[in-house]
Every structure is written in structure tokens, then in C-alpha cells.
T-cell receptor, first 111, second 112 residues
Framework: DAKTTQPNSMESNEEEPVHLPCNHS???????IHWYRQLPSQGPEYVIH???SNVNNRMASLAIAEDRKSSTLILHRATLRDAAVYYC????????????FGKGTLLTVNP | ETGVTQSPTHLIKTRGQQVTLRCSSQ?????VSWYQQALGQGPQFIFQ???????GRGNFPPRFSGLQFPNYSSELNVNALELDDSALYLC???????????FGSGTRLTVV
């Protein structure tokens, strides 16, 4: 599986936007970019995924670089409930199983 | 939708024993995966089932086995428990396996 690189931790203030970066320089043409987050004492939660174009949903936006070697998860207004570990995962459409999690980014949101 | 439910939430077993963990997936979710998450690490893929057949397996020994049932429930069985098997075990289900997975809150297994 192609590898992703994320910062170990980031900090934000409540009600401010948060940009969580992910590098994936070895991404292949069939890899989808998935984001999950894991709140304390819970299982991971699906956030968003995309292939080439930027994507928006009710939780977040995903901005994908033109060369697809990096992407950014955008939380438009952070809340205390957004404090979690965020995982950026590449998923080959051909291998339709398994999510390969790294260590993710621990996001701290300050009140 | 009722989400993914796992039982029990916590479990303590002795080294060498066997354990069965259970998962109830969302109706219509034909794909179920199991993950092991050690403290401070990301989840690691154990295996996946699609319509009661195993269709993918991670780097786990054969003493980790599973079953999926027609009623969208599934089991993870671990034989000959080792201390290193202590972890959070997560079940995840998906309608197609290609889009987002819904995870349960996990079973915390402690092997002593």
C-alpha cells in the first residue's frame, strides 16, 4: 500500500478553520484518498474521500493537489468535539478491502 | 440505520485461553472487517468477509479466525491467547467495501 505522511500533532482554537495536511508522494492513479477520525474511546469514523477533485460534505472538505501527491482535510469551524486523531489513508480501488492506518495526526482544539 | 454494535465492551482472559468477539453490522452491509488496535497505534487489518466468505487477510496468524452470518452478524475468534493480543478489537462494515466503513466502538481485550 502506498504510504502517507502526516504531522504527529496539531493544535487549533475553537471556531477557527483547521487544515490537516497529508503527503502521499507515491500515490498511484487508482488510489483513493480517504480520511477517518477517531475520537477518544471510540472506533474510527469515516470523514470523507476523493480521487482527483476537491470534495465537500457536511463534516469537512478535502482539497487534493493537482499532482495528487498531497491533500488537505479542512474543518471549516473547529469545535471541541473535533478533537481526535485524524488518519489519511490511500485505498486502491483494485484492492477493495483493508484500510491501512498510520499513526495519524492528533488534533487538539482549545476553547 | 442502527450502526455497528460490538460485544462485550471489555474482556479479561488468561494466556492460552480462547476468546470470541461479536459484531452486529448495519442491515444491508455485506462487507465486514476486523481490526486490532494496540495502545497508541493505528488499527491494523486482520481480515475481511464478504457475503460469508473471507476475501482478504492481513498479517495475522491462523489462530485468528472469523465467521460472518447471513443476519449481518460476525465473530472474531482468537485461540491460544498471548499477552500481545491485548488490544482494542474493532469491527467495521460497509455496503460495498469501496466507500466508507462504519466502525463499532470496539472490544477491549486484556490478556493476563
Amino acid at each position: 500500500d502506498a504510504k502517507t505522511t502526516q504531522p504527529n500533532s496539531m493544535e487549533s482554537n475553537e471556531e477557527e478553520p483547521v487544515h490537516l495536511p497529508c503527503n502521499h508522494s507515491t500515490i498511484s492513479g487508482t488510489d483513493y484518498i480517504h480520511w477517518y477520525r477517531q475520537l477518544p474511546s471510540q472506533g474510527p469514523e469515516y470523514v470523507i474521500h476523493g480521487l482527483t477533485s476537491n470534495v465537500n460534505n457536511r463534516m469537512a472538505s478535502l482539497a487534493i493537489a493537482e499532482d495528487r501527491k498531497s491533500s488537505t482535510l479542512i474543518l471549516h469551524r473547529a469545535t471541541l468535539r473535533d478533537a481526535a486523531v485524524y488518519y489519511c489513508i490511500l485505498r486502491d480501488r483494485g484492492s477493495n478491502y483493508k484500510l491501512t492506518f498510520g499513526k495519524g495526526t492528533l488534533l487538539t482544539v482549545n476553547p | 440505520e442502527t450502526g455497528v454494535t460490538q460485544s462485550p465492551t471489555h474482556l479479561i482472559k488468561t494466556r492460552g485461553q480462547q476468546v470470541t468477539l461479536r459484531c452486529s453490522s448495519q442491515s444491508g452491509h455485506n462487507t465486514v472487517s476486523w481490526y486490532q488496535q494496540a495502545l497508541g497505534q493505528g488499527p491494523q487489518f486482520i481480515f475481511q468477509y464478504y457475503r460469508e466468505e473471507e476475501n482478504g487477510r492481513g498479517n495475522f496468524p491462523p489462530r485468528f479466525s472469523g465467521l460472518q452470518f447471513p443476519n449481518y452478524s460476525s465473530e472474531l475468534n482468537v485461540n491460544a491467547l498471548e499477552l500481545d493480543d491485548s488490544a482494542l478489537y474493532l469491527c467495521a462494515s460497509s455496503a460495498t467495501g469501496l466507500d466508507g466503513y462504519t466502525f463499532g466502538s470496539g472490544t477491549r481485550l486484556t490478556v493476563v
